[in-house]
């Protein structure tokens, strides 16, 4: 279909999907083209007004329209939503809410993973997404990273000390 005069419609057919199962997974086939900014514009307009701007559901929706562009590799595009998405999440739930504290650790996976595509050969960063893994429970990823760091800087203490925690359980 054409976005640029069926935008309206295809959006319409969208909104139940979106509004009322909350799962954006129909944009997929298309979200990841830069040139279909408006579907994803159109998608959090939608679920905003459906739900409001601070409801919990919303910032599901829009972790989801984050996720779609993360796993497509357009990490760039995917922060800003989940840092919205945490952002709703704090103010609904509070800082104790698990569902903060997991949005958090999704935030800073990305934000390190970011930034490994610009500086592949920072030891902080693999370190500290090992630990941000470790913290979500996935050691053999959290493992893989610590080995990562230490090739680029064997001797670096506190990721031996890590690996080392997670190797020895």
Do not use: C
Not at 23 to 32: F, L, M
Request: proline share 5%; net charge negative.
């Amino acid at each position: 279909f054409s976005f640029n005069t069926d935008i309206v419609t295809n959006i319409q057919k969208f909104e139940v999907l979106v509004i009322f199962e909350s799962h954006v997974i129909i944009v997929s086939a298309v979200i990841n083209d830069p040139g279909h900014d408006d579907i994803v514009l159109a998608v959090d307009g939608l679920a905003e007004r459906a739900h409001g701007p601070a409801h919990p559901m919303l910032a599901a929706i829009i972790e989801n329209l984050g996720d779609l562009f993360y796993e497509g590799g357009d990490h760039r595009r995917a922060l800003p939503l989940f840092q919205r998405a945490h952002d709703i999440q704090l103010t609904a739930h509070g800082p104790e809410h698990p569902f903060v504290a997991e949005d958090l650790l999704l935030l800073k996976e990305a934000l390190y993973r970011h930034a490994l595509r610009k500086n592949p050969r920072d030891v902080w960063v693999y370190y500290e997404l090992g630990n941000v893994l470790r913290d979500q429970g996935r050691m053999r990823e959290a493992i893989g990273e610590y080995r990562a760091a230490l090739k680029v800087e064997p001797g670096h203490a506190a990721t031996r000390n890590n690996l080392g925690v997670l190797l020895a359980e």
